[in-house]
C-alpha cells in the first residue's frame, strides 16, 4: 500500500499481517493488534494509520491511560453489524478520524457513556439512531439512516 499519512503504527486489512512490526513496510492486518501493540509499548499519545479496507473487529482499550488516535489512510470501512453492544470498547482517550463506519444500531451503547466515550472526527456514520448522535463525541461527522 501507498501511504500518504504517517503514524507509529500501521494497518492494513488487505496485505497486512498481525505478526508484522506494524510498521509501513511490514504492517498489521487487524485494528486489535494495533491496539494491543500501542498498550504494551507504554503511556504516550500514538498514531495508528488504518489503511482502506473493511474492518469488523470489536475493539476493546484493555487500559484508559493510552491516547491513541485512528487515522483513515484511503477508504477504511468499519462494519460494526457483528460486534455486539460495543464496537468501540472503553476507548476514552481514543480519537477515529476519517472512518466510514456501518450498521452501528447498537454497537455504540456502551461506548459512547460519559465515561469511556470516544471522539469521532470527520467520520461518516451510517444506520445511527438519534439518540446515539447526541451520547458520542463527533466532529465534523456526517450521519445517514
Not at 509501513?24 to 494509520?49: H, L, N, Q, R, W
Not at 450498521?103 to 455504540?108: N, R, T
Request: hydrophobic letters at 35%; charged letters at 25%.
Amino acid at each position: 500500500m501507498a501511504w500518504t499519512l504517517s503514524g507509529d503504527y500501521y494497518v492494513d486489512a488487505v496485505s497486512g499481517d498481525d505478526s508484522n512490526a506494524g510498521t509501513s513496510t511490514a504492517p498489521f492486518k487487524t485494528i486489535t493488534k494495533a491496539i494491543t501493540d500501542v498498550e504494551a509499548g507504554g503511556t504516550g499519545y500514538k498514531d495508528v494509520i488504518v489503511g482502506a479496507g473493511t474492518y469488523t473487529d470489536r475493539l476493546v482499550a484493555g487500559s484508559t491511560s493510552h491516547y491513541i488516535c485512528f487515522k483513515a489512510d484511503g477508504e477504511v470501512i468499519f462494519d460494526a453489524s457483528s460486534t455486539g453492544d460495543s464496537a468501540f470498547r472503553n476507548g476514552k482517550f481514543w480519537r477515529v478520524e476519517g472512518f466510514k463506519i456501518v450498521d452501528v444500531e447498537q454497537a455504540l451503547q456502551k461506548s459512547s457513556n460519559d465515561a469511556y466515550r470516544v471522539n469521532f472526527h470527520g467520520c461518516y456514520i451510517k444506520n445511527c439512531q438519534d439518540w446515539y448522535i447526541d451520547a458520542i463525541m463527533a466532529e465534523a461527522a456526517r450521519y445517514h439512516d
